[in-house]
């Protein structure tokens, strides 16, 4: 996205939990009282978690004599050994977006592991040039395989969790949007026997006035339903929506 920036790029935890071990309150169908939401922990944006040698992509030299700035954004898919299989620009400047492919290209990445295998992996690249620093700087994003980590409910190793399907993303409230603030809203939810999320409540908060824009896009995913000995089952989980503006 370029510009002035409205919707929100998510990053999305899914943590099992356990009924009565981390959300009482959803289990009980209790609505969590506003005032009484906690803000979330902030997870900082480290990009050497993702990439490594990220040489920095150079302004070209016609593009600072003709005042041209703006934002490059790319996407690298990653195989599970480290090789970069694709890399392509979704939006920018044709000659800053050139810069930035020959630096990224040199770049190493890190590919994600899952089950202890490492798994083919899409980044989201950000490059933004400015006129004023007359330099590029760039962050990482991871795309897929979504960011999750799983904790066994006590019924044990043969219950698989649910798989996000179909995830609309929320749009920044006004007030935030005004504002240029960012920040996490965690939900914790049921997902049904039939993949559709119920019972959301949120559980913490750093944007209380984009809390609503969370849930009615979350009421909205769609899951591969969790599973016990092969079978469907309703399975208590939290996500977490990381609102961002890039």
Same mark, same amino acid.
């Given at each position: 996205?370029?510009?002035? $920036?409205?919707?929100?790029?998510?990053?999305?935890?899914?943590?099992?939990?356990?009924?009565?071990?981390?959300?009482?309150?959803?289990?009980?169908?209790?609505?969590?009282?506003?005032?009484?939401?906690?803000?979330?922990?902030?997870?900082?944006?480290?990009?050497?978690?993702?990439?490594?040698?990220?040489?920095?992509?150079?302004?070209?030299?016609?593009?600072?004599?003709?005042? $041209?700035?703006?934002? &490059?954004?790319?996407?690298? $898919?990653?195989?599970?050994?480290?090789?970069?299989?694709?890399?392509?620009?979704?939006?920018?400047?044709?000659?800053?977006?050139?810069?930035? #492919?020959?630096?990224?290209?040199?770049?190493?990445?890190?590919?994600?592991?899952?089950?202890?295998?490492?798994?083919?992996?899409?980044?989201?690249?950000? &490059?933004?040039?400015?006129?004023?620093?007359?330099?590029?700087?760039?962050?990482?994003?991871?795309?897929?395989?979504?960011?999750?980590?799983?904790?066994?409910?006590?019924?044990?190793?043969?219950?698989?969790?649910?798989?996000? #399907?179909? =995830?609309?993303?929320?749009?920044?409230?006004?007030?935030?949007?005004?504002?240029?603030?960012?920040?996490? &809203?965690?939900?914790?939810?049921?997902?049904?026997?039939?993949?559709?999320?119920?019972?959301?409540? $949120? =559980?913490?908060?750093?944007?209380?006035?984009?809390?609503?824009?969370?849930? =009615?896009?979350?009421?909205?995913?769609?899951?591969?339903?969790? =599973?016990?000995?092969?079978?469907?089952?309703?399975?208590?989980?939290?996500?977490?929506?990381?609102?961002?503006?890039?």
């Amino acid at each position: 996205m370029i510009g002035r $920036v409205t919707k929100v790029g998510i990053v999305m935890r899914v943590i099992l939990i356990a009924c009565g071990l981390i959300i009482p309150l959803l289990c009980a169908g209790q609505p969590a009282q506003p005032s009484k939401i906690p803000p979330c922990r902030q997870m900082p944006d480290d990009p050497a978690n993702y990439a490594s040698n990220m040489v920095r992509p150079k302004y070209p030299k016609d593009a600072l004599r003709n005042g $041209v700035a703006g934002n &490059v954004e790319l996407r690298a $898919v990653i195989a599970p050994d480290g090789r970069m299989k694709d890399l392509a620009v979704f939006s920018g400047n044709p000659e800053l977006a050139s810069s930035a #492919i020959v630096a990224i290209r040199k770049w190493r990445f890190h590919p994600e592991t899952r089950q202890g295998q490492s798994v083919e992996t899409a980044f989201k690249i950000h &490059v933004r040039f400015s006129l004023l620093l007359r330099e590029a700087n760039s962050d990482v994003e991871l795309e897929s395989p979504p960011l999750e980590s799983v904790i066994q409910p006590k019924s044990g190793p043969d219950v698989v969790g649910p798989r996000q #399907i179909y =995830t609309p993303e929320p749009e920044f409230s006004e007030a935030d949007r005004k504002k240029g603030a960012q920040g996490n &809203v965690g939900i914790a939810l049921v997902v049904g026997a039939d993949g559709l999320p119920r019972n959301l409540q $949120v =559980t913490c908060s750093s944007l209380p006035d984009s809390n609503e824009n969370a849930l =009615t896009a979350v009421r909205q995913w769609k899951f591969a339903p969790g =599973t016990k000995d092969g079978k469907p089952i309703s399975v208590p989980i939290e996500v977490e929506v990381s609102f961002k503006r890039f």
